[in-house]
């Protein structure tokens, strides 16, 4: 939306990790030397932790990025798998073909691997990125494979890359023989001030313009709020950019920032402990406030954030038409009200003294005019709202303030408060799948949970936003499926999103475990029967695609003239013409306007136009 108003190639403030806006600042370029000296010596295991968002996946992108054709890597980014399923994961990404049902399948396999790697001349490196999610049974499982040498030399690098939890875990007392093999160790600290200045100015150079938009006090600012987190700066950056183009202002100055830092505040990565803690105590009114909050803040990021309003992208080609797509763009919102009796005092609660000033939470100074007040149960609004609606109309009579403290009117009472899901479904309803995934992550504690209602809801969230972001970003929508699936490996339509985005990559292996996994879900689903039938059919196993396109037809799908089709392609190309026939003239039958259908059909027949 404001690419072209600054000049700009793509957006500086993305918080994918793409490593061409990585800066290798003086942190980085040491913690990406410690990468590479890993790989050099590959003599044991190298650790890489920092907090969230200190761009820890992208150094290792840019690592797996900057090395040559030598380097055969197997990058796992969702390490939450049990012992043979993240076998198979490794597996996979080493050798697509490669077929992997016990443990001891996999050994057998990745001692053949690498010993070949090695006689090649080439470098076998295994990433467990989120490594802190690990059991420590899964560690241990991970730091055997270490025992493959030859020579006296390791035959594979491991790399574990994790936030700071992952330093505890390492601690413990079961990870001892794991601590003895680790050689190397980076943690990767926050921006101070000047980094984070130059942090910004880079990834504005990279996205196509030289100017520093941000004046040296928008950037205090931004350091102050984020504490020098690069994902957070990215964040606040780009909600600034937006701010900008919409104020019509080609300078970034303060005042943006301190409008920006109102609607992402919830992110501060040390208030965000704090309101852990306080959610975590027993008032019922404060848990109450602050879903509301987060509720507002969602719509407000939501309906001022970029998406393209042009269709979904679809696969050219007779693939299985994906109905439950929704309009990209579509303005929606969310109003949550709960009652209040207009003619009694409104009774404002005193804020607990996490809240005050001089604490973290406390809002600047400057920020003290639009501080919010807490209104009767559940219910947000500003000060000058409640004074404009406290404002007596001409010819009303006006009762003094010390009247309502003299004769109190009683509290009405304490209305129960919605929960997370229960806010996150009403967002569903309506489509607001960012602000769904905002409370969700706002309530992290729920979710990781045994709380599979909950886990449904935040994993359609994700589903659904996914598909408003694959035709802009697509990067960005696998990354947001992955997740999906993590949170519930049952999401079907997860799975089936994955296939259609790895297909259209033509990542064939991953896509066909996608579609495998969707299947096994739920074993009379025609989409994912079809577009694993179209890959095999593609890659020349026209026998299994000839059994998958059968499958198709008997279950009787809206497109059931497109699987016809396609399966009398696949019979002529395994010399079956009569069958390819019969099935090409049943799916004209079905629907004459299917054209390509019909110049089958003539093809078939030996008719042409000449000859009509």
């Not at 269709?311 to 038409?321: C, F, I, K, Q, V």
């Not at 696998?478 to 790895?502: C, F, M, Q, R």
């Not at 579609?515 to 026209?542: C, H, K, Q, V």
Request: aromatic share 8%; hydrophobic share 40%.
């Amino acid at each position: 939306m404001y690419l072209s108003y600054y000049n700009l190639s793509e957006r500086p403030f993305s918080i994918s990790t793409d490593p061409r806006f990585l800066w290798q600042g003086e942190k980085h370029q040491e913690a990406l030397a410690t990468l590479k000296y890993g790989l050099l010596k590959a003599n044991g295991f190298v650790v890489l932790t920092g907090d969230i968002g200190t761009g820890k996946t992208t150094l290792v992108n840019a690592l797996i990025e900057s090395s040559g054709d030598d380097l055969l890597v197997a990058n796992i980014n969702n390490p939450t798998l049990d012992t043979v399923d993240f076998f198979k994961q490794v597996a996979k990404a080493y050798d697509p073909l490669a077929e992997i049902n016990s443990k001891a399948d996999f050994l057998l396999f990745l001692k053949k691997f690498i010993q070949k790697s090695h006689a090649d001349g080439k470098v076998v490196l295994l990433v467990v990125d989120e490594a802190h999610r690990l059991s420590g049974q899964m560690l241990e499982e991970i730091r055997l494979l270490s025992n493959m040498e030859e020579g006296g030399t390791q035959l594979i690098n491991i790399f574990l890359v994790g936030q700071n939890e992952l330093k505890e875990v390492i601690l413990s007392s079961q990870c001892r023989a794991l601590r003895q093999r680790i050689t190397l160790f980076y943690d990767i600290e926050p921006f101070s001030e000047d980094e984070t200045s130059e942090y910004v100015e880079h990834r504005l150079k990279v996205a196509g313009i030289n100017e520093l938009l941000f004046t040296p006090a928008a950037i205090h600012k931004i350091q102050k709020f984020t504490r020098g987190y690069p994902r957070l700066i990215n964040i606040l950056c780009d909600h600034a950019m937006l701010t900008g183009y919409v104020k019509e202002q080609q300078v970034i100055d303060p005042p943006i920032i301190v409008e920006c830092i109102r609607e992402v505040k919830f992110l501060d990565p040390i208030t965000s402990n704090i309101l852990t803690k306080v959610l975590r105590s027993k008032p019922i009114w404060l848990s109450g406030l602050f879903a509301i909050i987060v509720v507002a803040i969602g719509i407000s990021m939501y309906t001022m954030s970029p998406v393209s309003n042009g269709p979904p992208a679809t696969l050219e080609r007779d693939e299985a038409d994906d109905k439950s797509e929704e309009p990209i763009g579509k303005d929606t919102s969310i109003t949550v009200q709960q009652p209040r009796n207009e003619t009694q005092p409104v009774p404002v609660k005193e804020m607990p003294d996490n809240f005050k000033q001089g604490s973290p939470m406390a809002p600047d100074k400057e920020d003290a005019a639009s501080k919010p007040v807490v209104v009767a149960v559940g219910t947000l609004r500003s000060e000058n709202a409640l004074d404009q609606e406290s404002s007596p109309k001409e010819g009303q009579l006006t009762t003094p303030p010390t009247q309502a403290i003299e004769n109190p009117t009683p509290e009405p009472a304490k209305v129960p408060q919605p929960t997370t899901s229960e806010l996150a479904s009403l967002a569903l309803e309506q489509q607001n799948f960012q602000v769904a995934i905002d409370l969700f992550e706002a309530d992290r504690n729920r979710v990781t949970e045994n709380d599979q209602t909950t886990r449904e809801l935040y994993s359609r969230a994700l589903v659904g936003r996914s598909k408003q972001l694959l035709a802009a970003s697509p990067g960005e929508a696998e990354t947001l499926l992955k997740k999906a699936v993590e949170i519930d490996p049952k999401n079907i339509e997860a799975h089936v999103s994955l296939g259609k985005i790895y297909t259209r990559s033509k990542d064939y292996p991953l896509a066909i475990d996608a579609y495998r996994n969707a299947i096994s879900l739920n074993p009379e689903l025609p989409d994912a029967f079809f577009n694993l039938a179209f890959i095999f059919a593609t890659t020349g196993m026209y026998v299994d695609a000839e059994k998958l396109f059968t499958r198709v037809v008997e279950l009787q799908p809206t497109y059931l003239d497109k699987a016809l089709f396609n399966l009398a392609i696949t019979q002529q190309r395994l010399g079956k013409t009569e069958e390819s026939l019969a099935n090409v003239q049943a799916a004209v039958k079905l629907r004459p306007e299917n054209q390509k259908a019909q110049n089958y059909l003539k093809q078939l027949l030996g008719i042409t136009e000449e000859t009509r």
